[in-house]
């Protein structure tokens, strides 16, 4: 996670895209991935670090943690931060625009098309054939993430209060959110003793 | 004015939407079919169907339909654009920070709290789209079909939901 080892320089060096280029790299990757999310990893890695060695492997893991930790859809910002590291502002802006575009006009025909047929007796019964489909894609999604998520008790609980919360109370998902980010916060300055403020002197003390 | 609406909207759900996928659904269900009545809740789980087979993020797939539907292109154009930029002002600030400072502790404690969270929204979203998903016995058995097909059976999850829209189509029309 040592991201301040490279120099810029030597980044600009090892690969220097265009905003173009960026554009039409993240075109692909957004025109080709179905289902949004970690999905999109393994394309942008191919795109990124293995077809144009534009990023090193461990630059791109250091991306990931950033755009997990981030809001927002998990391919926009891959986006935003390879775009920004291969070419400031302006590659950020082209690679999100890349990114966004396929889906965009995508869903754009699709509305078209669907707004005016969704009457049609063959397009309902489809959806309502699917229906039940997506809900056991959930279901499956969620099975996953829960497995991996919730391996502690403190985990449990957040996620049994977040299910009240939503459910019984009815809360603002925003507000369990920011809840839940507390808590985060709260247990992990607990578990290091240490108040949160002063490890940033640490930190330039570790770097230098 | 609608744009400037459907701007701030998706803004809020671009915001506050982590772990991307499926834990963005009940914050636009929230917003979309609670608060402002753009969709119902049964056109909200076909746009989940749609947002399935089709490529990209799903919340870029929710704004430029709900969009679209509103106010043309223009409103998927002021929807995606809200959609988007909380991920480019808050991604920006992060990798400038974690360039700086090389700390991303705060963050990562933050996010270690949401993410048992995520596993609650999409439980949340389940339980609100199941009664509508559900019209009739066979939909039952769809669900089961679909849920051992695609964790037995490693069924790739387009060709599950293209399945399920044949199926439907032979049961219902």
Redesign the interface.
């Known amino acids: 996670m040592n991201i301040t080892d490279h120099d810029p320089k030597t980044e600009v060096v090892l690969g220097k895209p265009t905003p173009s280029g960026l554009f039409w790299s993240f075109l692909s990757i957004g025109a080709f991935t179905f289902g949004g999310g970690y999905a999109m990893l393994p394309l942008i890695r191919k795109s990124l670090v293995e077809k144009s060695s534009w990023l090193q492997d461990d630059e791109f893991v250091d991306t990931i943690a950033v755009a997990q930790s981030a809001p927002g859809p998990i391919a926009v910002n891959m986006a935003v931060i390879c775009g920004y590291k291969l070419g400031a502002i302006k590659g950020a802006l082209a690679a999100v625009l890349g990114a966004t575009l396929p889906s965009f006009v995508i869903l754009i025909v699709v509305a078209a098309f669907f707004l005016g047929a969704q009457d049609n007796p063959f397009v309902r019964a489809a959806f309502t054939g699917m229906r039940p489909a997506i809900v056991a894609l959930m279901i499956s999604a969620v099975y996953d993430i829960g497995k991996s998520t919730i391996k502690s008790r403190l985990a449990a609980a957040i996620a049994l209060g977040a299910i009240v919360l939503l459910l019984v109370i009815e809360l603002h998902p925003v507000l369990v959110i920011v809840a839940a980010a507390l808590i985060g916060l709260a247990a992990g300055s607990y578990r290091s003793h240490v108040p949160i403020r002063t490890s940033t002197s640490n930190d330039r003390g570790d770097n230098t | 004015m609608i744009y400037v609406q459907l701007f701030k909207t998706f803004f ?1 759900i ?9 834990a ?1 659904l ?2 636009i269900q ?1 917003e979309i079919v609670g608060n402002y009545s753009w969709l119902t809740l049964a ?1 909200f ?2 746009l ?14 929710a704004a ?2 709900v969009g ?2 509103m106010a043309g ?1 223009f409103g ?1 154009t002021a929807a ?1 654009c809200g ?2 930029t ?3 002002l ?3 600030t ?2 400038l920070l ?30 609100n ?2 009664p ?4 009739a016995f066979s ?2 058995v ?3 079909a ?2 051992l097909a ?2 037995r059976f490693r069924v790739h ?2 060709l ?2 293209f ?7 032979c ?3």
């Open positions: 809020k671009g915001l506050f939407s982590f772990g991307g996928g499926y963005m009940p914050l929230k056109e789980i076909d989940v169907a749609i947002s399935q087979v089709t490529p990209g993020p799903i919340a870029i797939n430029t339909f679209y539907k292109i998927s995606t959609v988007v909380p991920s480019l808050v991604v920006l992060l990798t974690f360039v700086r400072y090389n700390r991303l502790e705060s963050v990562q404690a933050a996010f270690a709290g949401i993410r048992p969270a995520v596993v609650a929204l999409i439980v949340a979203a389940i339980w789209i199941l509508p998903s559900i019209q939909s039952w769809i669900l089961a679909t849920l695609i964790r999850p387009i599950a939901i399945s399920a829209a044949v199926l439907g189509i049961l219902y029309s």
